[in-house]
C-alpha cells in the first residue's frame, strides 16, 4: 500500500499458474500411428506473482516456483504387451525445471 498525497494506492497482485507436462505414448516402432497401449501423461505445476504497482502501473514477477505435489517427471516401466518386445523397459525420471 502506498500512501501519497492523501490517496492510497494498492498494488494488485495475481497468481499465474503453468503446467508442464509429459507425455510417453506406447506405438509400433515404423508406424506411430498404431497404438500398442493408452499413453501415460505426467503433469508439473508451477506458480508465480504478478505484481503491478498501484502508482505507476509497472509490472514485476516473482520467481516461478514447483507448487504440485509433483516436484518431477517419475520413471516409468513400459508396460507387457503381447507380441512386442519394448526398445527400453523404462522411461528415466525426468527432473522439472
Do not use: C
Not at 17 to 31: P, S
Not at 33 to 53: G, M, W
Request: no cysteine.
Amino acid at each position: 500500500m502506498i500512501l501519497n498525497q492523501g490517496k492510497v494506492y494498492v498494488n494488485a497482485s495475481e497468481t499465474e499458474e503453468k503446467k508442464v507436462t509429459r507425455t510417453v505414448d506406447f506405438v509400433e516402432a515404423g508406424n506411430e500411428n498404431y497404438v500398442l497401449h493408452d499413453p501415460v501423461t505426467q503433469e508439473v505445476t508451477f506458480a508465480r506473482e504478478k505484481i503491478t504497482d498501484a502508482e505507476t502501473r509497472e509490472v514485476s514477477y516473482s520467481n516461478w516456483k514447483i507448487v504440485s505435489e509433483n516436484t518431477k517427471f517419475e520413471k516409468l516401466t513400459v508396460p507387457e504387451i503381447t507380441g512386442y518386445t519394448p526398445d527400453q523397459t523404462e522411461i528415466p525420471e525426468l527432473a522439472v525445471t
